[in-house]
């Protein structure tokens, strides 16, 4: 293998900085690699001659090494990987800590050793890692104080210090792993590129994750989505009471903050987000383990009714639903069970049931088409062999083929039993809502594997006239642009009522002439951006009005707030919203993931309601559509309590229109098109405004 896969199958290492001194760092590494690696460990220290009996070798151009792990003080890191990239180790894993997380000095010690790995084509692992491991070639290249269980997860992790917690436990927990890597401060070597690796990896079933942030959010959504069509991706999250911190002035930024980026453009790469560090290993655990469901509907079998009860409750709560059994399945229950049992789901077999009776109803309903998958819930009683009925739950999941979680309730009682049961793959939880995540999550995961996804659609637009429209920003000192660059989505075929800022009366009263019906007149002004609550907009302005109504909007804003810049007004063709919705289209431009798309429903309730919905920009039809499906009112846009429809298509066409937008000028930081107002006849951008930045145009 080669390029990252190459990390995790060096035949010879270099550890740069050993020594036996106690209490080390560089002593831990060497330690742990010497207790198991089957390849070649080679001290590098010139200072020693030799360092746990090994010979010391004073530079790792010596070494002829696969892997540099580099363990020498900050100072002195940079000298080391270059003379690893000039003696062509083409893999370094950074340990020692004190760059981009210790201030300045320590981003420009950081930054030498990106051009460093650049210069030399180095995957570089860090700086500031715990280190990797693969239990593939029982290579421990870390410095926590325990080795991992051999597996078929992959694990990363922006803390090391949550790996070091995490593998004791898991061993405990019967769960293994095949490549582990602290990612530390991502100089060189992201998120992105393990998931990558690990996608084509076939010792690898499932990736797992703890992430604090996400480098590349662009590049992680393309190539999640690559992998997660074979390989399941798990990711935990911190870091979600942050949101929205770095709000912006537009509705967009208020309420499209980072966690809402997170979350579509996790959901977009395909990505299962886990809430929890159990979450994250119950999800491992199964999508390991269980074959994916034909349906989301689970059957519940257990000899204890509340229980089961408690069971029904969560899988309400979940994406799953409880299966409605065929007559052949119901037939072979009442056959099977007492007349006090239920044959209904949740199947209870009652108190008193038996091993077998237990089979005969696990087998039944495992049997049943309607039945997607099952769970098998039970609390020890007397007459029941837990170890029996692990036993038979596992011939009877291979026989069928359907995912099966078990919830064999207790103590000591239960061990052994879930000893058999983890061996052939089947979860056993002692919580019921947590045997319900873990199908839930199969489901979720199959419908990410049969999502197919569409390019976004490439529009015929004017780009020029467009960038037109954004350079008026240069030299005016002041970045904000609103109705008055209402032909910026002209120039991107975005419908608009006809209007125009005019700075005039005189100006205003001919437009308004060549508008049929009255008319709309707004204050435009990049210091006023709530027109309506200061009285700056007029509705309704009939053609002799219109030179009063354009000094009496000036006067308010002046009056308001004396320094304001006035632009003019603009006077704009009444669009009706007696038979419309006012929906919003928004971008706020997000460090990680770039444009993020919002809709929702619009007006002056946006930021009250918040009834809106996101994707990362570009987006394709079909997401556009998803849309405008998942917001609370949603049944507004198709017609509701006698309602007629409105024209969804030109709200979906408007989505994509924008996305383009914003695609192709990084330069908006953010835009808000509110209202877009959709009415049965079509759309209409009714208002608009914008921030951009000059020096990215």
């Not at 089957?38 to 220290?45: A, S």
């Not at 979450?279 to 999508?287: G, M, S, Y």
């Not at 924008?658 to 695609?663: A, D, G, K, P, R």
């Amino acid at each position: 293998m080669g390029g990252v896969s190459a990390l995790f199958s060096p035949g010879r290492i270099a550890v740069v900085g050993a020594t036996d001194r106690e209490g080390s760092v560089g002593r831990a590494v060497l330690r742990n690699l010497t207790s198991g690696f089957e390849g070649t460990v080679l001290p590098v220290n010139p200072g020693r001659e030799t360092v746990f009996g090994r010979r010391a070798l004073d530079s790792v151009a010596d070494a002829d090494a696969d892997l540099a792990v580099v363990v020498v003080p900050p100072d002195a890191v940079e000298s080391v990987v270059r003379e690893a990239g000039e003696a062509g180790v083409r893999s370094v894993v950074v340990i020692t800590a004190g760059f981009g997380e210790a201030g300045s000095d320590g981003a420009a010690r950081e930054a030498a050793l990106v051009e460093i790995a650049a210069e030399y084509d180095i995957d570089l692992v860090g700086p500031n890692s715990l280190g990797i491991a693969s239990t593939s070639v029982g290579m421990n290249a870390t410095f926590g104080p325990e080795d991992a269980t051999p597996g078929r997860l992959s694990f990363m992790s922006q803390s090391g210090a949550f790996i070091t917690a995490v593998l004791e436990w898991a061993t405990d927990q019967g769960l293994g792993f095949k490549d582990i890597v602290s990612l530390g401060n991502k100089a060189v070597l992201d998120e992105t590129d393990f998931v990558e690796a690990w996608g084509d990896d076939p010792g690898t079933d499932v990736v797992i994750g703890y992430l604090e942030g996400i480098e590349d959010g662009g590049a992680f959504i393309r190539t999640a989505r690559e992998v997660t069509d074979e390989t399941p991706v798990v990711i935990v999250k911190s870091g979600r009471t942050d949101a929205g911190a770095q709000a912006a002035s537009s509705h967009t930024g208020t309420i499209a903050g980072s966690e809402q980026a997170y979350e579509a453009g996790l959901d977009q790469a395909g990505v299962v987000r886990a809430d929890s560090v159990q979450e994250l290993f119950d999800a491992a655990r199964i999508l390991e383990g269980q074959p994916l469901p034909h349906r989301d509907t689970v059957a519940v079998v257990t000899n204890a009714g509340g229980p089961g009860v408690m069971t029904t409750d969560a899988v309400g709560d979940s994406r799953l639903s409880m299966a409605s059994l065929t007559d052949d399945t119901l037939e072979a229950l009442s056959a099977s069970l007492p007349a006090e049992g239920n044959i209904y789901n949740p199947i209870d077999v009652v108190g008193d049931a038996d091993n077998e009776r237990f089979r005969a109803a696990i087998d039944a309903v495992l049997g049943d088409e309607s039945v997607g998958s099952v769970i098998v819930l039970a609390c020890p009683t007397a007459v029941l062999d837990y170890e029996r009925l692990a036993h038979d739950t596992v011939d009877l999941q291979s026989e069928h083929g359907k995912p099966v979680a078990a919830c064999l309730m207790g103590g000591a009682r239960a061990d052994a039993a879930e000893a058999a049961l983890s061996a052939a793959g089947i979860p056993n939880y002692f919580d019921p809502a947590r045997a319900v995540y873990g199908l839930d999550t199969l489901s979720q995961y199959r419908a990410i594997t049969e999502r197919e996804y569409e390019p976004p659609a490439s529009f015929d637009v004017d780009r020029e006239r467009a960038r037109e429209v954004l350079s008026t920003v240069e030299g005016r000192g002041d970045t904000r642009l609103g109705v008055e660059a209402m032909e910026l989505l002209d120039a991107y075929g975005i419908p608009t009522p006809d209007g125009e800022v005019v700075d005039t009366p005189e100006r205003a009263v001919e437009v308004a002439a060549g508008i049929d019906g009255d008319v709309v007149m707004k204050i435009v002004s990049p210091d006023i951006l709530h027109k309506s609550d200061v009285g700056g907009v007029a509705v309704g302005v009939g053609a002799d009005a219109v030179a009063d109504t354009y000094a009496d909007l000036v006067a308010r804003a002046r009056a308001y707030q004396p320094d304001a810049t006035i632009l003019g007004v603009q006077v704009q063709e009444t669009v009706d919203l007696d038979d419309g919705v006012e929906t919003i289209v928004g971008m706020n431009r997000d460090p990680q993931f770039g444009p993020l798309l919002l809709f929702g429903l619009g007006g002056i309730f946006v930021e009250t309601l918040e009834d809106t919905t996101c994707r990362v920009a570009p987006v394709s039809e079909p997401e556009a559509v998803a849309m405008t499906r998942e917001i609370d009112a949603a049944p507004l846009l198709r017609g509701a309590r006698g309602r007629d429809p409105v024209a969804v298509d030109g709200v979906v066409e408007v989505v994509q229109r924008l996305s383009q937008l914003v695609t192709d000028f990084p330069a908006i930081l953010e835009l808000d098109i509110n209202p877009l107002v959709a009415t049965p006849d079509g759309v209409d951008a009714v208002d608009v405004r914008l921030t951009v930045d000059p020096e990215a145009l």
